[in-house]
């Protein structure tokens, strides 16, 4: 049973460790938090904001979010 629950813990940390969220200022200039499968995402008032929803989504886990150089564009 440990040797399972090793090789279950093995295979899902990678995938904990991705990255989850891009925040950044779409081509109209507003603050958009995006979550790269497409299922989370909004638009804010302030980087901060947006930072702190991604954040927060993803268990203030920093590395998982990244703050994007280009305009993103919101699939919504």
């Known amino acids: 049973m440990k040797r399972l629950r090793n090789a279950v ?3 899902i940390a990678p ?3 991705k990255l989850r969220f891009a925040v950044g200022k779409d081509s109209f200039g507003r603050w958009v938090a995006l979550e790269l ?3 989370a995402g909004g638009f804010f008032r302030s ?3 947006a ?3 991604a954040m927060t989504e993803c268990g203030g886990r ?3 979010v990244r703050l994007a150089r280009r305009p993103l564009s919101p699939p919504f």
């Open 37 to 39: 499968q497409g299922r």
């Open 9 to 11: 813990a093995a295979r």
């Open 62 to 64: 920093r590395s998982a």
């Open 47 to 49: 980087q901060e904001a």
């Open 51 to 53: 930072l702190h929803y």
């Open 15 to 17: 995938i904990a460790n």
